[in-house]
Each structure stands twice: as structure tokens, then as C-alpha cells.
């Protein structure tokens, strides 16, 4: 069974990154980059010291003249588990991978360091890069994307979009991995079987969170708040895996109403929503009417 996680919202709001406040064009994947120092702990980089303990030196990345900054960043908390934090909100642009000879990744990519040790742990190692297949998963989930979308800081060079730099292929070398290993990783979180357990976030779900969670036949869909008459028509569900959720709003954290599956037929009448800068369609399907990620439809 997937391990569950809990992104932890800490926004880096004194960080130069943060404070211009720039959005990305658009997104088409992710960098995955670990931090090249012997430090595990999220401590060294956040500063939130009731959850991960005092930063002696005060040198966090939440303060003026930092010119790094990512989404999120994978690490040890002041009781030795492997957290979540997210710095930014996604629709940043972040300061992350700098640029190639063909531009920067930067502007179409979600970003996130993982906490580095001496490389040679291998509980560690397996804990972390878990942490990070699962928010490879997420980050997938949210925009449609598939796992040959992440790639390393050093492949990202290599494509041209980023400086040179060699993580996180030098931790995973040492580990006998690769990132095809831990694309692989992710693939199969996004491919795992959603009917039951699992939702479209990869998340299991709360069973009584909600009043009426349960009943799917007296959920109803809530308003959308916004039209555009060139989203209208039929859709084809379009997933890696089975089933996609019809939520009641725009949102993963928005209750099921039920699951489509695979290539199944959705009718939109150009009605939506916005959640972390992904639009949600109002559709119709399967006698039921509610909000499908629009990245994983296909017009017909």
C-alpha cells in the first residue's frame, strides 16, 4: 500500500521568489532536485521551528537576498519523519533550475528539492525518494501530466532548460537507482487501481469527513462560477488509470460523487472552476452532474 502524506502549506512569503509574486506559463512537468548538502533536515531551508526545530544560524531561505526557491521541499522533520512542506503556490513561477541554451524550466515546471545526507543511507534514501514518487503522483494527478514529465535537475541541463547540475541522478547513482527507477516510482502511484480505497489525488479518503459523503445520490454539484461557450461539447475521459472522480466542486479535496471510467462520454456545456490553477468542468455523466479535472478529458 502507498504511504500517505500531508503537504504542509508554509509559504516563503520574505523570499525574494515569492514576493515577485511571478506565474508560470503554463505547466508541462516537473524538476525533481535534492538540496547537495549533508543536511536532512527541513529545518535548514524553512523556518517553522515548533514543527521542525530551531535553525541555529538563521540562514532559512524565508528572508530577503535568497535567490532559491521551490514549490515544495522533502525532508526531516525535528522528530526524524520524513515531511512535506509546500513554499509557494503552484501557479509560482519559482527559482528553481536556472536557465539553459534553451531557456528555463522554470517557467513550465513544478519544483521540489528533497533533503540531502551523506548518500549512503539507505532507510533514508528509500523514505525520502517514497515522499517524493508520491508528490511526483500528485503533481501529475493535479495537472495532467504523465511520469515522463519529471525529470532531474540534470536532465533538465541536458534538455537545455537548466544550469549544470548533477542532482539528483549522483544520489540515486549511488544507491544502484536512476530516474527512470524513479519515474517508474510514480508510474506506478498513478496507475494503481482508484475504484475502492484510493481517490483521484492518490489520497485515501476521509469516509466521514463530510456529511452525505457517503451517499453519492445526495450529493449535488455546486455552482460553477464562470463560462466559456468553446469548453462546450462532449469529452472522451482520458486517464492512465481507472476510474476518473466526479467531484462536487472544482477540487481533489471536494467530495466524489462517482467514477467515470476510461473512455467514457461526458457532456459539457462550458460551465467551470479553478483549483491551484486548473480548470474543472461542470459535466453531465452517467446520469449524474459534477466537476471533472479537465486534464484528463479529450474533446470529441
Not at 521551528?49 to 531561505?61: D, R, S, T, V
Not at 513544478?110 to 545526507?117: A, F, K, P, R, T
Request: glycine share 12%.
Amino acid at each position: 500500500m502507498t504511504m500517505e502524506y500531508k503537504i504542509i502549506k508554509h509559504y516563503l512569503k520574505k523570499n525574494d521568489c515569492y514576493k515577485a509574486g511571478k506565474k508560470r506559463t503554463g505547466t508541462a512537468g516537473i524538476v525533481k532536485h535534492s538540496t547537495g548538502a549533508n543536511n536532512p533536515y527541513l529545518r535548514r531551508y524553512i523556518d517553522d521551528p515548533g514543527n521542525l526545530g530551531e535553525n541555529q544560524y538563521n540562514n532559512h531561505w524565508n528572508m530577503p537576498g535568497v535567490s532559491v526557491c521551490v514549490h515544495f521541499l522533502i525532508g526531516k522533520d525535528k522528530g526524524g519523519k520524513i515531511a512535506i512542506y509546500q513554499l509557494l503556490p503552484l501557479d509560482y513561477r519559482c527559482w528553481g533550475c536556472g536557465s539553459g541554451s534553451k531557456g528555463s524550466y522554470n517557467n513550465t515546471h513544478v519544483q521540489y528539492e528533497i533533503c540531502e545526507d551523506g548518500l549512503t543511507d539507505q532507510e533514508y534514501f528509500r523514505d525520502a525518494f517514497a515522499a517524493a514518487a508520491w508528490l511526483d503522483a500528485y503533481i501529475c494527478r493535479k495537472y495532467g501530466l504523465k511520469s515522463s514529465a519529471i525529470v532531474s535537475h540534470k536532465e533538465a541541463h541536458e534538455k537545455g532548460y537548466a544550469t549544470n547540475h548533477g542532482d539528483c541522478d549522483h544520489w540515486l547513482a549511488k544507491q544502484g537507482k536512476s530516474m527512470d527507477w524513479a519515474r517508474s516510482q510514480a508510474k506506478k502511484i498513478l496507475e494503481a487501481d482508484d475504484t475502492g480505497e484510493k481517490n483521484d489525488a492518490g489520497k485515501t479518503p476521509e469516509k466521514t469527513d463530510k456529511p452525505g459523503a457517503s451517499n453519492a445520490a445526495s450529493l449535488k454539484a455546486e455552482m460553477a462560477p464562470s463560462k466559456n461557450s468553446k469548453l462546450a461539447g462532449a469529452y472522451i475521459v482520458d486517464t492512465q488509470s481507472d476510474p476518473l472522480v466526479l467531484r462536487t466542486g472544482p477540487g481533489t479535496d471536494k467530495n466524489k460523487i462517482i467514477s467515470l471510467k476510461k473512455g467514457s462520454t461526458v457532456q459539457s456545456y462550458g460551465y467551470y472552476g479553478v483549483a491551484d490553477g486548473v480548470k474543472w468542468l461542470l459535466v453531465t455523466a452517467g446520469g449524474k452532474t459534477g466537476f471533472v479535472h479537465s486534464g484528463y478529458l479529450k474533446k470529441k
